[in-house]
């Protein structure tokens, strides 16, 4: 990052710009990052998709989370009711005519998610990267003949979800706090899913070949993941890495859809989807609409975490987030960064 860019960063955080303003910055680092990563040269940008291809395979960290200061910090479940529908979901919000509203939204998502990872009753299901436990909690409602292994990063998130596990009577979900690098089981899955928490994989050496372990015989594997529609870059080598909003969730990396069509001998691509950016820029908007009419019991609950003097600097640094995301998908009607879903079944 610039020192231009960084200076207008700091000016940005406090808060006195008007958001048309920000708005018309974040267009301008859309525009320029694709056209710098698309270098108007077929082979060049070919050799940065096969070196990102090789970083991906050979395990990299994509994507680093500040707002958290390495799980020293966790919020309560609660926080999330603050700008989060009904379920929790962390994740993109899917809006078949663009009026559902965002509870509908993470409701149909949650739904294709589990009809495009061919999920039935009874299932063994291990979900890697749960979040606030919404994909879990959902398929445990649905189907309550499913065992559901749901992992977590953070120790303190895990108190969160075995508290509301208890209050909700869920039986059939078991909650762990461990790296999926240092994930083993004598179970093998149904079925493994990860929604957009492709950074939990994509940093362990190998990680097809530690899915399919994990994976049955005739199991499979379910993963969404944000990228963009044609071209894949680092984002330091563009200038992205200047977008507002980055120093509370930076993806230093962004694949391509077609980095992760081409797997190792491990696993073998059986179906693939590609969902319009609009879909995010939607559920960013609804995030962003709420988060903004909850600003005070947002503060309250940042003012814990962080500290007096830094719960208004969060507050504007996590709204610049929200609002990137916005323009971020929402930038040529959706068409360059989009998310992406791929199946996988084990290679025999």
């Given at each position: 990052?610039g020192l231009t860019s960084k200076i207008l960063n700091k000016t940005l955080e406090l808060g006195f710009v008007p958001d048309?303003?920000?708005?018309?910055?974040?267009?301008?680092?859309?525009?320029?990052?694709?056209?710098?990563?698309?270098?108007?040269?077929?082979?060049?940008?070919?050799?940065?998709?096969?070196?990102?291809?090789?970083?991906?395979?050979?395990?990299?960290?994509?994507?680093?989370?500040?707002?958290?200061?390495?799980?020293?910090?966790?919020?309560?479940?609660?926080?999330?009711?603050?700008?989060?529908?009904?379920?929790?979901?962390?994740?993109?919000?899917?809006?078949?005519?663009?009026?559902?509203?965002?509870?509908?939204?993470?409701?149909?998502?949650?739904?294709?998610?589990?009809?495009?990872?061919?999920?039935?009753?009874?299932?063994?299901?291990?979900?890697?990267?749960?979040?606030?436990?919404?994909?879990?909690?959902?398929?445990?409602?649905?189907?309550?003949?499913?065992?559901?292994?749901?992992?977590?990063?953070?120790?303190?998130?895990?108190?969160?979800?075995?508290?509301?596990?208890?209050?909700?009577?869920?039986?059939?979900?078991?909650?762990?706090?461990?790296?999926?690098?240092?994930?083993?089981?004598?179970?093998?899955?149904?079925?493994?899913?990860?929604?957009?928490?492709?950074?939990?994989?994509?940093?362990?050496?190998?990680?097809?070949?530690?899915?399919?372990?994990?994976?049955?015989?005739?199991?499979?594997?379910?993963?969404?993941?944000?990228?963009?529609?044609?071209?894949?870059?680092?984002?330091?080598?563009?200038?992205?890495?200047?977008?507002?909003?980055?120093?509370?969730?930076?993806?230093?990396?962004?694949?391509?859809?077609?980095?992760?069509?081409?797997?190792?001998?491990?696993?073998?691509?059986?179906?693939?989807?590609?969902?319009?950016?609009?879909?995010?820029?939607?559920?960013?908007?609804?995030?962003?609409?709420?988060?903004?009419?909850?600003?005070?019991?947002?503060?309250?609950?940042?003012?814990?975490a962080y500290g007096g003097d830094k719960a208004n600097s969060w507050y504007i640094k996590m709204r610049l987030y929200l609002?990137?995301?916005?323009?971020?998908?929402?930038?040529?009607?959706?068409?360059?960064?989009?998310?992406?879903?791929?199946?996988?079944?084990?290679?025999?």
């Open positions: 990052m048309r303003i920000i708005k018309l910055w974040m267009k301008y680092l859309c525009y320029r990052t694709i056209k710098r990563a698309k270098l108007d040269n077929i082979e060049a940008r070919n050799s940065v998709f096969r070196q990102i291809r090789a970083d991906l395979l050979s395990g990299i960290e994509i994507r680093k989370y500040y707002y958290n200061e390495r799980n020293t910090i966790d919020f309560p479940l609660f926080f999330y009711d603050f700008f989060l529908g009904k379920n929790l979901s962390l994740t993109c919000g899917y809006f078949p005519t663009g009026a559902e509203d965002l509870d509908e939204a993470e409701e149909t998502a949650l739904w294709y998610a589990s009809e495009r990872a061919k999920i039935r009753d009874g299932m063994n299901i291990l979900e890697i990267g749960c979040g606030a436990g919404a994909f879990s909690f959902w398929i445990a409602n649905k189907f309550p003949s499913c065992n559901i292994t749901a992992l977590t990063t953070s120790p303190k998130m895990l108190v969160n979800l075995r508290k509301k596990a208890e209050q909700l009577k869920v039986t059939n979900i078991q909650f762990i706090s461990q790296d999926f690098k240092d994930l083993t089981s004598d179970n093998k899955f149904d079925r493994i899913v990860c929604l957009e928490r492709f950074d939990l994989l994509s940093c362990v050496y190998n990680w097809e070949q530690k899915i399919k372990n994990l994976l049955k015989k005739d199991g499979l594997f379910f993963l969404t993941v944000p990228v963009h529609s044609s071209t894949a870059f680092y984002e330091d080598s563009t200038g992205f890495d200047s977008m507002p909003g980055n120093n509370v969730i930076e993806d230093t990396l962004i694949p391509s859809v077609h980095n992760l069509m081409l797997t190792r001998s491990s696993l073998h691509l059986i179906d693939l989807w590609e969902v319009s950016g609009m879909h995010y820029k939607l559920t960013a908007d609804k995030w962003f609409r709420k988060f903004t009419f909850n600003k005070q019991p947002i503060l309250k609950a940042l003012e814990k609002l990137s995301l916005y323009e971020k998908y929402g930038y040529n009607h959706g068409q360059e960064w989009i998310t992406a879903q791929y199946l996988y079944a084990p290679s025999n």
